[in-house]
């Protein structure tokens, strides 16, 4: 987990946030049910500000309090203490590049969701400067670096595999990963145009997925009735 009393109040972090939640917001938007649920530090419970879900939970291993946008409880990231088909929505904020079991996580998203739930996830990408960048700083243990960054094609390929139907995924902050803040709102013409000229150097990308319902096909039987009486007549023994 990213602290949320450090990186994230840093220039470079403030701008990855703002632009982050461009995306992630209009997203929950158009997501209904009852409940929703983030995985990540507690600072992304504004995501779900203009969600129609009102009840918002935040879980963390070590952390318990209630804000405005929601409540955040202690508990196990891999072991969510929630019933099986019970959460409408889950957020995953940069949550998957922190534990030391990403794959459990996604299988109790998937076990937690109800059928054909929403799961948004947040990442950043290892195939940018931002990736090269956390390979050479992953020993100083600071974050984000510290963190084992997830390529989308790979996570696309986890969550096929979980079950999953992949609606969308949207990249976003072009920049490199310079903290001063006149740098950063200089190359802010690199939003606009990273896409079509720089496509692979995006920082982060959000996944929407939705949990898949498997279906049962009625199956007709591959034998065939036989209807007549196997014998006509009655042969008598003498």
Known sequence: MIDNFGWWKTALGTSFFEL???????LCRHLFGYHAVLLGDPLFLSMFEESPISHRV?????????????????????????????VDLIYLAHCLEFVKNPHEVLRETYRTLVPEGHLVIS???PWSLWGVLGRMLRW?????????FISSLRLKDWLNLLGFDVISCSPFFFRPPINHEGFLQSLSGLEKWGPFCW??????????AKKRVMTLTPMKPSFRVITEPLATEVIGVE
């Open 199 to 208: 496509p692979f150097g995006r920082a982060g990308y959000v996944i929407l």
């Open 140 to 148: 100083t243990n600071n974050a984000p670096w510290s963190g084992t």
């Open 20 to 26: 982050e939640k461009k995306v992630v917001v209009p």
């Open 123 to 125: 990442c950043f990408n």
């Open 58 to 86: 935040c879980l963390q291993p070590k952390i318990s309090f209630v804000t405005e946008h929601g409540s955040a409880l202690s508990a196990r990231q891999d072991k969510l203490p929630i019933i099986a088909d019970g």
